[in-house]
């Protein structure tokens, strides 16, 4: 067994992912998401169409990221994905960060801009990883880490656009414009189940929360993004299945998508999936070892 193995090693010196990333491919990724520009790049997210979302509770005149009045806050949410081009195909995200919903936010809620353009679903070469820990503390300063994916890999021709906010935090954008921010809080541990459980982070029923900049956005997939919820929403410590485990909660938000769902594009250009393959099982440990 060991000997066949080897040989077969022997054979195959480098293993390539080649991934599905032609135009058409690129455009139907895209028509996942709650765009609001036509299917047509916007000059800058200033300028681009948006679609109002009425609040007519949880907000403040301070809290509101729109226009208040008579305890109604009214916000826009601007939102365009768009490809272009062949070899390679790209794909240019840009968002003003805020959902089409209502979040549970007490506190102020802004919108940002995030415009950024990138290789479409880049092959990779898993023989030259990005990052080569040689030692569990390195690792830890990887996995540990709010700001490692700061730097995105060479192949996939990231290209930060005129006008955007800063995104070195930003894992990926979700399918309803919403920031998918590192895995890490700002304290460099997990937001959901650190070893100080005074460090938790608090979030609402969609699993999303404004960070130090005031952005709404997520740290896991949020089935909200796919189901989109009407009219106010609760905090996750006022939901019950929430409040009790909330990853199996988070992973419940897709019971209605149990098949391989796209929820987002990662900042180097990646399909960003749901919890579930398409066969309808749920993704673990396990299924992954035995992809």
């Given at each position: 067994?060991?000997?066949?193995?080897?040989?077969?090693?022997?054979?195959?010196?480098?293993?390539?992912?080649?991934?599905?990333?032609?135009?058409?491919?690129c455009?139907?990724?895209?028509?996942?998401?709650?765009?609001?520009?036509?299917?047509?790049?916007?000059?800058?997210?200033?300028?681009?169409?948006?679609?109002?979302?009425?609040?007519?509770?949880?907000?403040?005149?301070?809290?509101?990221?729109?226009?208040y009045?008579?305890?109604?806050?009214?916000?826009?949410?601007?939102?365009?994905?768009?490809?272009?081009?062949?070899?390679?195909?790209?794909?240019?995200?840009?968002?003003?960060?805020?959902?089409?919903?209502?979040?549970?936010?007490?506190?102020?809620?802004?919108?940002?801009?995030i415009?950024?353009?990138v290789?479409?679903?880049?092959?990779?070469?898993?023989?030259?990883?990005?990052?080569?820990?040689?030692?569990?503390?390195?690792?830890?300063?990887?996995?540990?880490?709010?700001?490692?994916?700061?730097?995105?890999p060479?192949?996939?021709?990231?290209?930060?656009?005129?006008?955007?906010?800063?995104?070195?935090?930003?894992?990926?954008v979700?399918?309803?414009?919403?920031?998918?921010?590192?895995?890490?809080?700002?304290?460099n541990?997990?937001?959901?189940?650190?070893?100080?459980?005074?460090?938790?982070?608090r979030?609402?029923?969609?699993?999303?929360?404004?960070?130090?900049?005031?952005?709404?956005?997520?740290?896991?997939?949020?089935?909200?993004?796919?189901?989109?919820?009407?009219?106010?929403?609760?905090?996750?410590?006022?939901?019950?299945?929430?409040?009790?485990?909330?990853?199996?909660?988070?992973?419940?938000?897709?019971?209605?998508?149990r098949?391989?769902?796209?929820?987002?594009?990662a900042?180097?250009?990646?399909?960003?999936?749901?919890?579930?393959?398409?066969s309808?099982?749920?993704v673990?440990?396990?299924?992954?070892?035995?992809?």
């Amino acid at each position: 067994m060991t000997s066949a193995f080897l040989l077969f090693l022997l054979y195959i010196p480098v293993i390539y992912g080649t991934a599905s990333n032609s135009l058409s491919d690129c455009n139907a990724v895209a028509a996942k998401f709650d765009t609001t520009c036509g299917g047509i790049a916007a000059s800058s997210v200033t300028a681009m169409t948006g679609v109002n979302v009425t609040c007519s509770s949880g907000f403040t005149s301070t809290t509101c990221p729109g226009t208040y009045s008579g305890s109604v806050c009214v916000f826009s949410h601007k939102l365009c994905v768009t490809c272009s081009g062949s070899s390679p195909v790209t794909i240019r995200v840009q968002s003003n960060g805020l959902p089409r919903y209502c979040p549970n936010v007490p506190v102020t809620l802004v919108g940002t801009t995030i415009d950024f353009t990138v290789n479409f679903n880049p092959d990779v070469n898993i023989n030259s990883p990005v990052h080569n820990p040689s030692s569990a503390s390195a690792l830890y300063g990887i996995v540990c880490n709010i700001s490692s994916q700061m730097t995105v890999p060479s192949v996939s021709n990231f290209v930060l656009n005129s006008g955007s906010a800063s995104v070195s935090t930003l894992a990926g954008v979700s399918i309803d414009g919403v920031s998918i921010e590192n895995v890490n809080s700002a304290n460099n541990v997990d937001p959901f189940y650190p070893p100080d459980v005074t460090l938790t982070e608090r979030v609402d029923a969609c699993l999303g929360h404004p960070n130090f900049q005031s952005v709404y956005h997520y740290h896991m997939a949020s089935g909200c993004a796919v189901n989109r919820p009407s009219g106010s929403i609760s905090s996750c410590t006022g939901t019950t299945a929430c409040n009790t485990n909330v990853s199996n909660y988070g992973i419940s938000l897709f019971n209605n998508n149990r098949n391989l769902t796209v929820i987002g594009v990662a900042k180097d250009g990646h399909v960003i999936y749901g919890p579930y393959y398409s066969s309808g099982s749920e993704v673990n440990d396990m299924s992954l070892f035995l992809q």
